[in-house]
């Protein structure tokens, strides 16, 4: 049982990675939910001790060589987000439904302003303009998202 | 009893192991700022996500494949005459050019100047695009396998598309030249002023904040690479002025242009191998035949 429970768990986060590389274009481009980070954030809470943050800092990486973006910035702000919520995981999963939707938006406003941070402090520029869209989209997503993985957890 | 206390060494571990992470996510940022000491690391962990991006690539290719065996035979034929028509046209420019470039090179041999070496490129597949207004970039299907080296050019059919900026496996990273962190070497087609194009963020917007003051411009001036810096080989077309813009700054006049390559629309790029590039390639069958 707790073989299947990690090959959905890898599974799931390959398959994020693999939404997160679709090139779509226009708005649908910017507005792009975060996938892998709401994948980790599911699993960081409901399977806190097989989502660690060896595994968020390993798909991180993966994702920072795929995105060629600076090394470790992904990494960085997914560690900080598995931390939070190992911090908070036992009232995570007791509180409200909606109440863990917007956790999750402030959880991902938190990576967002750590990895524009970063951005902010690698590449000297002062017009930055921080793209919203992702947070709002993951949030809209959420419900369903957890919906189905909630199926698939509990049917294997 | 000790239920408490085991909790506690837990949490401290957490601690050490999210301080131990992070301290070696900061390592790694520091040390991307030279690509000698993460392009073999890149290299090889891309190893890993290379059947992701083959799986991303899947669908485009199978389109692809679709797209030729069930177009109509009719649509081929028109297209084919099309091309016949294209080729015969070009083969006369062809014909032109052959005597233009004679003289040409008779004329730099009287003036003692570098001849313009012939490029060699490959046709590259682009994988994937982000257009977003921070950061621009494309990767293309080449890598490190197919000898693509950090810093090669890459040009569209128009003109110049970007720099290949981190190269994978089987992947390269390409820097646009619409990129803000991206500067380009170029010099007026018309006159020979020379300056710098930077990006902005935007696809269709270059900007020109360096022209000389005496520098004569006009809408509609083509601006292709000076070859300075090495960077890019001289003589690529560009962008083209579109809009000449009111300098508070005295010493300098500003502009904005439009860049040549088709950066929405582009499929395909072509990457150019510079001289070094090509020994590069040849010396290899050679390395591995001497054992």
Known sequence: MKLRSLKLIHGSIIFSLILMLIPWSGWFKIAQP??????????SIEAPRQMGMLTAFFYSILLDVLYGSLFGKHGFSMVAMVFLISKIHKRLKMTSFWQLTLMVGALLLNDLVIRTFIDWVSMNKEDFSINLWPILTSILIWPWFKYVLDRLNHRF | ????????????????????????????MIADHSAQITAPVRASISALTYPLVKIVELPQQVYQFINTTVSDQADLLTENIELKQKLSQAQIDLLQMEVVSQQNSELRKLLHTKQLLPLKTTAAFIVNINTGKNNQYIIINQGFNQGVTVGQSVLDLNGVVGQVDKVALENAHVILITNKNHAVPVEFLRTGVRTFIYGTGELDNLSLPEIPQSAEIKVGDVLIT?????????????????????????????????PSANLKLMKQVL???????????????EEHAIP
């Not at chain 1, 975060?34 to 699993?43: D, N």
């Not at chain 2, 206390?5 to 050490?16: A, D, E, F, G, M």
């Not at chain 2, 992470?21 to 900061?26: A, K, N, R, T």
Request: glycine share 4%; net charge positive; with cysteine.
């Open chain 2, 271 to 285: 990457l150019v191998w510079s001289l070094e590039n090509q020994n590069h390639e040849k010396k290899q069958p």
């Open chain 2, 226 to 258: 000076s070859g300075y810096g090495g960077a890019f080989p001289a003589g690529l077309k560009v962008a083209t002025i579109n809009k000449i813009l009111d300098s508070s700054d005295k010493s300098f006049q500003r502009a904005t242009a439009k």
């Open chain 1, 34 to 43: 975060y996938w892998l980070a709401l994948v980790v954030i599911y699993w």
């Open chain 2, 1 to 28: 009893m000790w239920t408490p206390k085991n909790t506690n060494t837990l949490s401290q571990n957490n601690i050490l192991t999210f301080l131990l992470l992070e301290i070696i996510c900061v390592v790694l």
